[in-house]
């Protein structure tokens, strides 16, 4: 059985684990590594069993821990060869545990198979993943200021979708971010609106998506209740209701515990 947990998402860190019982991936490392080690205890799991780690893109809130993490675990490190070369600059020493692929590749990590989708954000080759068991299958597609072509293929079919709701466009017109971040982050190479991320949630599930797992909120920009409405909203304009797509808001400093993917 499949299945996954969110143990951070948001601007201060981002970190997920998905697991058939016997291999467990992380995707992404945006905390520390005793954050992480601790919430992979509360799923049952050890840090040192850890047999992956998949990263998105170089950006701090989402491999912040790589560098102790490495120390702690032999756990390759996968990636697109942009950020590889990105993170190489930033921190000596990890060269070794890259394993690097191009996005639209597909490669297995210990018996689950991993897929990686292209995503739109300001870093060196941002992506996506899907992970599968054969049976069922998780996407996640965050970090990115546009849907592009390659992840609504990349989520197509998925039954469990961790997909991104960053911000409500009010809130951030109105709130303390300077203009200059607001364009960045909702331009093309930013964030997910709420309205952004119901669309991609409701395109999912008119193709099987049955949970989808709402991430990446900010916190000056959001509120997991406005996420939550954009996405019933956007359900609710094609005949679905929460009794068809399960709804999971995915706190910003703490798990959601497991979720049968």
Known sequence: MLRAA????????????????????LIDAGISTRRIAQGLKGLGIELRHIA????????????AALPVLCRQTGAPLYTAEGTALALCGKWSGLEERFRVFMPGQRFAVDGLEVGAFATSH???CPCGFSVTDGARRLALCTDTGMITPEAREGVRGAHTLIGEFNYDPRMLRTGPYPVYLQDRIRGSRGHLSNEMGGELAAWAAQRG??????????????????????AEQALGALGLGTR??????????????????
Request: glycine share 10%; with cysteine; net charge negative.
């Open 244 to 261: 068809d797509v399960e709804l999971i808001a995915a706190p910003r400093d703490g798990s959601t515990g497991w979720f049968e993917v």
């Open 122 to 124: 300001d870093c060196a």
């Open 52 to 63: 992956g780690v998949l990263i998105t893109h170089e950006h701090i809130d989402h491999v």
């Open 209 to 230: 998506t049955a949970r989808v797992v709402l991430a990446h909120l900010s916190q000056e920009n959001n509120t997991p209740g406005m996420a939550l409405a954009a």
């Open 6 to 25: 969110t143990l951070a998402s948001g601007s201060s860190g981002n970190c997920a684990v998905v697991s058939d019982g016997r291999v467990h991936i």
